[in-house]
């Protein structure tokens, strides 16, 4: 039986320098995973920037969070499902203090697709995989007691972890009926009803580039002027973008990619404060120990000795 539970953790470097995840869904024979996945209360980020090959059937099981989606930006709750096409820049932090859980299948081509390019593959998997934008970002609450998708994600989640004899084509046979609920609830509602079509195109690219940079070069000094011209933009004109794709100002971003990197060393060594500030780019701990407190509400030491208690 597979492991039913993930806790986010430090975990390396988890994408490679163009930001797409270094963890391998699956495998060559059964391409898509399921991952359950429980964020505790002290950690504010929920999912990294990353993008990945397979499309993405994300639900919440407990707490919210705010997803950033492409240029989307959209708050789920629990009993709501978010839809992630393939190849979109994808991230997450919490909306308040309580717990976060969540699951999420991934589902490569290969898996659905066959070696005859039959009507099935033309008209929908095709499509879905290269085109996008069909299916809602977002099936909030109404949207999913009308098409019920949750119970069956969590019969594929089941069955995943389980892995009685037959299961994977079990698994197969209700993913294309959680696509076929989509693709009917597409066809009965007109764009403009469904929440969220995922956007992404050249913006995305952009977005990935200007992740890659910072995570090369956060522990250097980083000017604002040195962010832009990576994506040939001028300043002004980069704060506007920064601002539209992830909700932050350009240096905000450059401060929270830092703080993630410190939480991470302050959660896995017993390096003193003064030197973490300095391996995560800030320009004295005062500062750090500043942004550290305005993103978790305490200070770096109160947060290393808060983790050591709860273990």
Known sequence: MKKSL???????????????????????????SVHVTKVSSTNNLVLYSHWHEELELLFMLKGTAKFHVGQEKIVVQSGEVIFIQPNMLHSAIRVDQEEIVFCAVLVHFN???????????????????????????????????????????????????????????????????????????????????????????????????????????????????????????????FCRFMKKQFDLSPMDFLNEYRISEAVSLL????????????LTGFSNVNRFTEMFKKTYGCRPMDYRNRLRQNK
């Open 267 to 278: 959660e896995t060594t017993d390096k003193k404060i003064m030197e973490i500030s300095g």
């Open 111 to 237: 898996f659905l697709t066959s070696l005859e390019n039959d009507r099935i593959q033309q008209q929908y998997i095709f499509p879905l995989f290269l085109q996008g934008g069909r299916y809602p970002l977002l099936i909030h609450r109404e949207l999913e007691q009308e098409l019920k998708l949750i119970p069956l994600l969590e019969e594929v989640r089941d069955l995943y972890q389980q892995e009685e004899h037959g299961y994977e084509m079990l698994i197969k046979a209700r993913l294309f009926e959680v696509l076929y609920r989509l693709e009917k609830c597409a066809a009965e509602h007109p764009p403009s009803e469904l929440p969220g079509q995922s956007r992404g195109g050249n913006s995305s690219m952009l977005a990935k580039k200007t992740l890659a940079y910072v995570q090369q070069n956060y522990n250097k000094r980083i000017t604002l002027t040195d962010m832009a011209q990576q994506v040939n933009m001028s300043p002004s004109y």
């Open 6 to 32: 993930e806790l986010l953790e430090a975990i390396g470097e988890p994408v490679s320098q163009d930001m797409k995840e270094k963890l391998t869904h699956g495998s060559r024979q059964f391409r898509m």
